[in-house]
């Protein structure tokens, strides 16, 4: 059975778990991270010399960073999540998911600032950059859905996985959000899925 190295309550994780319930994938979870620690013992480190989560075990393959880990398991168990034989679809899946670093950039100071850090230390000017950054590329996932159901297309796809997690933050944290219909429209469209509010809407922490 497949082996999922991290907590459930990181968005990355989330990811994997998320895809894993969407194509019926069974597998087998062990908390890492967070205030659960391992991430920095010898045992973890030989299979993710990052330290980070998610890494995953597929019968002695390994293999770490949580967008390579979706795309490959969708490969493996459910093409038409990667793009099947539509290179073009596959290459505009590969896009959005390689420019997820414009959201996690302005989400991180805003998610720790907010979540992780109590009151009184709080960096608000640190905090008010990163939701202006997380903004504009918000913005931008807002144009790139107009005019249909999904990220790439009207097919849900691990583009909308790889993104999917860092909305509902976007959405529940307590900031202020420009009006952005196309994103709106799409986060409804996820929170009708089960395996989404299972795995993904589970608080911030």
């Keep these: 059975m497949l082996k999922i190295y991290g907590r459930a309550s990181s968005a990355n994780v989330q990811k994997v778990t998320w895809l894993c319930t969407e194509i019926g994938l069974p597998y087998d979870r062990k908390d890492v991270g967070g205030?659960?620690?391992?991430?920095?013992?010898?045992?973890?480190?030989k299979l993710?010399?990052?330290?980070?989560?998610?890494?995953i075990d597929d019968d002695g393959f390994i293999l770490w960073e949580s967008?390579?880990?979706?795309?490959?398991?969708?490969?493996?168990?459910?093409?038409e999540w990667a793009g099947g034989n539509d290179l073009r679809r596959r290459a505009l899946i590969?896009?959005?998911?390689?420019?997820?670093?414009?959201?996690?950039?302005?989400?991180?100071?805003?998610?720790?600032?907010?979540?992780r850090t109590p009151p009184e230390k709080r960096n608000a000017e640190a905090i008010e950059a990163g939701r202006i950054a997380w903004a504009k590329a918000m913005?931008?996932?807002?144009?790139?859905?107009?005019?249909h159901d999904y990220v790439v297309g009207n097919e849900i796809s691990v583009a909308d996985v790889a993104l999917g997690p860092f909305t509902y933050r976007w959405f529940e944290l307590p900031i202020e959000r420009p009006t952005l219909k196309a994103l709106e429209a799409w986060y409804r469209r996820l929170k009708e899925r089960a395996p989404y509010r299972k795995h993904v809407m589970a608080g911030l922490v």
Aim: charged share 15%; proline share 8%.
């Design 35 to 45: 205030e659960f620690g391992g991430n920095d013992q010898e045992w973890y480190l």
């Design 48 to 55: 993710n010399p990052n330290g980070r989560v998610p890494t």
């Design 67 to 79: 967008n390579a880990i979706i795309r490959y398991l969708a490969e493996k168990h459910a093409p």
């Design 94 to 115: 590969g896009q959005w998911m390689d420019w997820l670093p414009n959201v996690t950039a302005g989400m991180v100071p805003v998610f720790h600032g907010l979540i």
């Design 139 to 147: 913005t931008i996932l807002d144009g790139g859905l107009e005019g």
